[in-house]
């Protein structure tokens, strides 16, 4: 099959050949419909954290068909559209029971979905409802990561919130928070690119950082907001955040930041500021966020900017590390 494929830190990815995998026991085949590009691939092409050695094919938010089935499956069947969730756990153990693989000691995030087929275990896959296609299932893993960032946040209706940067997990986070009653949802980022789409998403503002941020986000809440997400993941941006919330307010972090960071921690203890981590999702939300796709306000697919081909994905990839006006971008591996 093709597949876009890692070489090598630096490196462009390269579209070539490799081996169609197979469902084994427990497995399931898919054709897949789109996988969406996310900033924490980029990471792993450049960041030796990730453990990337080469011969990989990555990619992590994807859809797709059931094309065969490996033994001992139940639940799904050829032709059925699903979501896969790219948390692969054991798949027995408590926490893979609750629904929580993250957790599981087993645990393995996996990839594929730059590919024209992935083989997934069943228990990672969801089937997609009647009226939500796979090509939009591809949304269900950021905005299942985006889900549990709100649900860490116990944020409660009537919140004010503020979200800093205006990827797509962030904006993924601000509609979250408007469909779950936020009161104000205020979405901060260094560029206006993602203005228009930030407010078709639920933002009730969208702000330009800069010297005087802290007193225009207290004006457009009308007070400090009580929870601010940090969605961008670079050194220095959880102090920025405290700096903006309310004393006893929460910052959570979603931010993927693989390098060391700091904060002045007399301000964040003098405000008691909580910090809360955020990371993955659990089954359930990634079920609900499944469901979200059937959304008529604030619908997540105005995330979609674009969809490439395989053969357009390497540079459409490498133009994404520099901020455009796209957000996210699905590939369809069987676009010509």
């Known amino acids: 099959m093709k597949a876009a494929i890692f070489d090598a830190m630096g490196q462009p990815l390269r579209v070539g050949t490799v081996e169609t995998p197979e469902a084994t026991a427990g497995q399931v085949l898919l054709k897949v419909c789109r996988c969406g590009i996310c900033g924490s691939d980029l990471h792993?092409?450049?960041d030796p954290t990730f453990g990337l050695q080469g011969g990989e094919v990555i990619g992590h938010e994807f859809s797709g068909e059931v094309i065969d089935v490996g033994a001992?499956?139940?639940?799904?069947?050829?032709?059925d559209q699903v979501s896969a969730a790219p948390l692969r756990g054991c798949g027995r153990c408590a926490s893979c029971l609750r629904g929580e693989p993250a957790?599981?000691?087993?645990?393995?995030?996996?990839?594929?979905?730059y590919a024209e087929f992935a083989a997934v275990d069943v228990f990672q896959c969801r089937k997609l409802p009647w009226g939500i296609s796979a090509v939009d299932g591809a949304l269900a893993e950021p905005l299942g990561v985006a889900l549990h960032g709100i649900m860490r946040a116990r944020m409660q209706p009537?919140?004010?919130?503020v979200v800093v940067g205006a990827g797509a997990i962030g904006l993924a986070v601000a509609f979250w928070a408007r469909r779950m009653g936020a009161a104000k949802v205020v979405v901060v980022d260094m560029h206006d690119h993602q203005r228009e789409r930030a407010m078709d998403l639920g933002a009730?503002?969208?702000?330009?950082?800069?010297?005087?941020?802290?007193?225009?986000?207290?004006?457009?809440?009308g007070a400090a907001p009580e929870i601010v997400f940090e969605c961008v993941g670079k050194p220095g941006l959880i102090d920025h955040c405290i700096g903006l919330v309310a004393p006893r307010g929460r910052v959570v972090v979603l931010g993927l930041c693989t390098g060391p960071d700091h904060m002045d921690s007399f301000r964040a203890i003098s405000k008691e500021v909580e910090i809360v981590m955020s990371v993955f999702f659990t089954m359930p939300e990634f079920e609900l966020a499944i469901r979200a796709l059937d959304a008529g306000t604030y619908a997540?697919?105005?995330l979609i900017s674009d969809t490439v081909s395989l053969a357009a994905m390497p540079d459409a990839f490498e133009a994404l590390r520099n901020r455009t006006t796209q957000c996210?971008?699905?590939i369809d591996p069987s676009a010509c």
Do not use: Y
Request: proline share 4%.
């Open 72 to 79: 001992g499956v139940t639940g799904l069947k050829v032709g």
């Open 300 to 302: 997540p697919q105005h």
């Open 103 to 113: 957790w599981c000691v087993n645990f393995s995030l996996i990839g594929g979905g």
């Open 328 to 330: 996210k971008v699905l």
């Open 204 to 221: 009730t503002e969208f702000l330009i950082s800069g010297p005087d941020l802290e007193a225009r986000v207290t004006e457009a809440c």
């Open 158 to 161: 009537g919140a004010n919130v």
């Open 44 to 46: 792993m092409t450049e």
